[in-house]
């Protein structure tokens, strides 16, 4: 009840009349039964805005930590993500990966819609990233469809690195769903779990219009950190500049 509170109540309807979000491809999402909802992550934002355009409730997993402070502030943010949809996941384990493809099952198996990012992590640049096979497994063992999803604007409203940007409006485009059927019995094989996740990043690239990179965001990021740390190493001191 908590999660319909939220959306018709409490925030939502602020959402709507501060950012007015547009959707487009809405009939491509199923009026009933389990779907993945694969979307391109370029801010925190993004998970507000793509189940507000829906009349279905839409799950994630997030960090276990949301869900186990302590305090007022704790109980206040575990009472937000536990009713807003989001399922606790302990990301910082060696089973991290495969504790949330259980818990995506889990809410697949109760025919929900169930999002989730295939790049791992935010786009630090705009760009679109190598996504992980996680979403092909999920989609081959479930045998769900899954519906690439892009957002569009959210980077704007909420920048990497900040809390909060600038007005803007943002876009979630739905786009056909994809079916992997082709392919069951074969979640073991990464050849084919490698094809059907590039499938439906290539899906989320053209609904984006974003520039495609071929590698993991997090390696990507990891590398932008230390070409700046280099770059801040490299740069001449005062003293050095006056002694020049």
């Known amino acids: 009840m908590f999660y319909w509170f ?3 109540i409490a925030l939502g309807p602020l959402l709507r009349v501060v950012f007015r979000p547009r959707a487009e491809g809405l009939d491509n999402v199923p ?10 992550h370029l801010s925190y934002a993004d998970w507000l805005f793509m189940p507000l355009v829906l009349s279905r409730r839409v799950s994630y997993v997030a960090k276990a930590e949301y869900f186990t402070g302590t305090g007022v502030k704790g109980r206040l943010q575990r009472t937000f993500f536990s009713g807003s949809g989001q399922i606790p996941i302990d990301r910082s384990g060696a089973n991290a990966a495969e504790g949330a493809l259980i818990s995506a099952k889990g809410v697949l198996g109760r025919g929900e819609l169930f999002g989730i990012f295939p790049e791992g992590t935010r786009s630090h640049d705009g760009r679109l990233y190598r996504g992980k096979t996680g979403v092909a497994r999920l989609a081959l063992e479930t045998g769900v469809p899954v519906v690439p999803v892009a957002v569009i604007g959210t980077d704007t409203v909420a920048p990497p690195g900040k809390k909060f940007g600038r007005l803007a409006r943002p876009t979630v485009r739905f786009g056909e769903p994809l079916d992997f059927s082709r392919y069951e019995g074969m979640a073991g094989d990464r ?3 490698r094809s059907v996740t590039d499938e439906i990043m290539y899906a989320i690239m053209r609904l984006s219009e974003q520039e495609y990179v071929d590698v993991y965001a997090s390696r990507a990021k990891a590398d932008a950190k230390k070409a700046a740390r280099a770059g801040d190493d490299e740069a001449p001191r005062e003293g050095d500049r006056k002694a020049s």
């Open 31 to 40: 009026a009933e039964g389990a779907a993945i909802l694969a979307s391109n």
């Open 6 to 8: 939220l959306k018709f």
């Open 191 to 193: 050849y084919i779990l």
